[in-house]
């Protein structure tokens, strides 16, 4: 696929936070682009508004049947007319994962990969890098609070791009700098188990052609194979990179940022929870990797505000404070609510958690529960299917079942807010990956009069 010789493109699922970034990529380089989603999101609405053709429904008389290139997301089932009609078609029909290999190949490439993190950090690094006068062009999988997109351009010949493993999409990246942050198990309905997974990890850092930057301690490490390798911790001191002297105050951290046994310079970031200062420490990895003025590093991350749905201040004043957070795996649940525990010490931490995936739920109902009974009360609502089906014997209850903390219940949406309405809160975080997020603005109306 020759990026230079696309003249017009149709996207199916344009809608998706990853595609919705290569639709924005090829209108700014005055290709045509036009797509399917199943339902309209603000992000639809926002590339419609951009200039974008986007219809809502399967309907072959209107596509776009005169497109040199046709993009798919995963998501979308191998029965859809759509696809099925191109695929009989005569015109190359390719996944995400297909055009951001070609963006990698034509670019020097820094791939963000792993099971927790590589949102934050990509979106750290592309700021930073664009902060910086450096420049980058960014593929994110969320919305950048500084910059209100998930994608944005640069002359310079530089992509950052968030490596899904969802799929194995991530084994088509060729990055010239690949971070890895986690090897979880997660998506255990693409690979069947841990061992898959990981040995999947092992080969996406075989194709990275300059530098590896990984998370001190991963399983497996002795076995990674890259030109360079560096290691980053939150402050062990084995790593290559590390943080030491970490202050909070007022749901910010001043930190000392470390490389070998040599301090750098001293930082404040304005974004809540200690994973995001060992976020952060990845991100600056790279930025001494690239050679980028520490001065110009620090400006950035003082100025860096986060991304949308993660570990996001919806409300935050003296009598409540309202985080909403996309946490969707056991382990990111534990960082979450350890985090809100930790900077608003003594306080009741209330968490509303929505469950995504039957599989995920089903595979991973004993760590949800652990995780969850770290809150002071839970609220579980019913599981989120996405591209699912039901599966039998499994939903929310599993994960109560399975809890040892006292107040725990499952609740409908409607029940949920009128609870938010009648109960005397302190912290509350809302959590998931599903259709959570379109209770933001309620419960933010409901906490404000109160």
Not at 28 to 42: F, I, L
Not at 344 to 353: C, D, L, N
Not at 372 to 379: F, G, H, N, Q, R
Request: charged share 25%; net charge negative; hydrophobic share 40%.
């Amino acid at each position: 696929m020759k990026l230079e010789n696309i003249h017009s493109v149709y996207f199916i699922g344009i809608g998706g936070i990853g595609m919705s970034a290569l639709a924005r990529f090829f209108k700014e380089r005055n290709v045509y682009v036009s797509g399917y989603d199943k339902t309209p999101t603000p992000l639809t609405d926002l590339l419609i508004k951009e200039g974008i053709e986007i219809h809502f429904e399967e309907n072959i008389s209107r596509i776009n049947q005169e497109a040199d290139l046709v993009v798919y997301t995963p998501a979308i089932p191998a029965t859809h007319k759509e696809l099925v009609w191109y695929q009989q078609s005569n015109i190359e029909v390719v996944k995400r994962s297909d055009v951001l290999q070609s963006i990698s190949q034509y670019m020097q490439a820094i791939c963000v990969a792993g099971t927790h993190g590589k949102t934050t950090i990509s979106t750290l690094i592309s700021h930073i890098l664009r902060h910086t006068g450096y420049g980058c062009n960014a593929f994110l999988g969320g919305i950048s609070s500084n910059y209100g997109v998930n994608y944005w351009s640069s002359e310079n010949k530089c992509a950052v791009i968030e490596a899904d493993e969802y799929d194995r999409s991530f084994l088509k990246l060729q990055p010239s700098i690949g971070v890895v942050t986690a090897m979880d198990a997660d998506h255990l309905d693409i690979y069947g188990t841990i061992e898959e997974m990981e040995r999947c990890y092992l080969q996406f850092i075989t194709q990275i052609k300059d530098t590896l930057v990984y998370k001190q301690g991963l399983k497996h490490s002795s076995e990674f194979k890259a030109p360079n390798k560096v290691s980053y911790s939150l402050q062990n001191e084995a790593a290559t990179y590390y943080g030491s002297d970490i202050r909070m105050h007022n749901g910010s951290y001043s930190f000392n940022f470390n490389k070998e046994e040599k301090s750098i310079g001293e930082l404040t970031l304005h974004v809540g929870g200690m994973h995001n200062v060992e976020n952060t420490i990845a991100a600056l990895a790279v930025c001494d990797l690239l050679k980028i003025d520490f001065e110009k590093v620090k400006m950035a991350v003082a100025d860096f505000n986060g991304v949308k749905r993660r570990f996001e201040y919806i409300i935050k004043n003296e009598k409540i404070v309202y985080i909403d957070d996309y946490a969707h795996h056991p382990e990111e649940l534990r960082m979450l609510i350890t985090s809100a525990k930790t900077l608003f010490k003594g306080k009741k931490v209330s968490v509303i958690f929505q469950p995504h995936l039957f599989t995920r739920t089903r595979d991973f109902a004993e760590g949800f529960a652990e995780s969850l009974d770290l809150a002071d009360e839970v609220i579980l609502l019913d599981i989120y299917p996405a591209r699912e089906l039901p599966i039998e014997g499994v939903s929310s209850q599993i994960i109560l079942d399975r809890m040892a903390l006292n107040n725990r219940h499952i609740l409908s949406k409607e029940s949920t807010l009128k609870w938010v309405e009648a109960s005397q809160l302190q912290i509350l975080i809302t959590a998931g990956a599903g259709d959570i997020d379109t209770f933001i603005d309620p419960i933010k109306k409901i906490l404000s009069k109160k």
